[in-house]
C-alpha cells in the first residue's frame, strides 16, 4: 500500500489479556515508530527501529511492552498482561532517516480499549 | 529534557481570517521540527518539515517558521478554512536522537 497500514484498528480486550498490535510501514522506509495517545493527552514515545541497529525502547512504559520488527519491514507491538491504563491509540510511524529524522508518515492508528 | 509547548490550546475563528498558531521548546539544539496535522479519530498527517538550516517552509496557504535561537516556530494559516478544522501539533527530535517529542497541539476550528 502507498501508507502507513495498521491493524486492528479497533482492540477490546479484557483485564489481563495479551495483544498485539500490527504495522506495516511504507515500503523503502528505513525507520519506524510506535507512539501511544492516550485520551487529553500528548504523543507518547514508546520504541523505535532504524535499519538493523538495535531498537530505542527508552519510551516503553513497562516490561509488559516489547516490539519487534522482522526483516527490516512488518512491526509488532505486543502488551503482555493488559490493564486499564493500557487503554489508549497506539500509532505507528515510518520515516527514511538519514543523519537525522526525516519525514515521518503515520497510520490511522489501533484504538485498545481495556476493560 | 525537551519539553514542546503549543499556544493556545484552542482557537475559534471565522472563515477567512489568517491565523498563527505558536510552538516553543526548550532546547534549541535540534536537527529540524515537524507540523502535523491531526483530525478527530484519525492519525496524523505531516504538514512541513523544517530543517535547522532553514528559516521556513511553504505549503500552499501554509507558511511556517523556525528560530532557534529563541526556542519558537510558528504555523500561519492564510485565509482559513472550514475543512482546516483539526488539531495541529508540533513536534522536535530528543536531544541527539530520533524519536519525536510532540507538544500537546493546538484545537483549531474554522466556523463559516
Known amino acids: 500500500g502507498a501508507g502507513v497500514s495498521q491493524s486492528p484498528s479497533n482492540k477490546v480486550t479484557e483485564k489481563g489479556k495479551d495483544v498485539e498490535l500490527r504495522c506495516d510501514p511504507i515500503s523503502g522506509h528505513t525507520a519506524l515508530y510506535w507512539y501511544r495517545q492516550s485520551l487529553g493527552q500528548g504523543l507518547e514515545f514508546l520504541i523505535y527501529?532504524?535499519?538493523?541497529?538495535?531498537?530505542?525502547k527508552s519510551g516503553l512504559p513497562s516490561d509488559r511492552f516489547s516490539a519487534e520488527r522482522t526483516g527490516g519491514s512488518v512491526s509488532t507491538l505486543t502488551i503482555q498482561r493488559t490493564q486499564q491504563e493500557d487503554s489508549a491509540v497506539y500509532l505507528c510511524a515510518s520515516s527514511y532517516d538519514r543523519g537525522t529524522t526525516g519525514e515521518l508518515f503515520f497510520g490511522e492508528g489501533s484504538r485498545l480499549t481495556v476493560l | 529534557k525537551q519539553e514542546v509547548t503549543q499556544i493556545p490550546a484552542a482557537l475559534s475563528v471565522p472563515e477567512g481570517e489568517n491565523l498563527v498558531l505558536n510552538c516553543s521548546f526548550t532546547?534549541?539544539?535540534?536537527?529540524?521540527l515537524q507540523w502535523f496535522r491531526q483530525d478527530p479519530g484519525k492519525g496524523l498527517t505531516s504538514l512541513l518539515l523544517?530543517?535547522?538550516?532553514?528559516r521556513e517552509q511553504t505549503s500552499g496557504r501554509l507558511n511556517a517558521s523556525l528560530d532557534k535561537s529563541s526556542g519558537r516556530s510558528t504555523l500561519y494559516i492564510a485565509a482559513s478554512q472550514p475543512g482546516d478544522s483539526a488539531t495541529y501539533l508540533c513536534a522536535v527530535p530528543y536531544n541527539s536522537g530520533y524519536a519525536l517529542n510532540f507538544g500537546k497541539g493546538t484545537s483549531l476550528l474554522v466556523t463559516p
Open positions: 523544517i530543517q535547522s538550516s532553514q
Open positions: 527501529f532504524q535499519g538493523n541497529s538495535a531498537p530505542d
Open positions: 532546547d534549541s539544539a535540534i536537527y529540524n
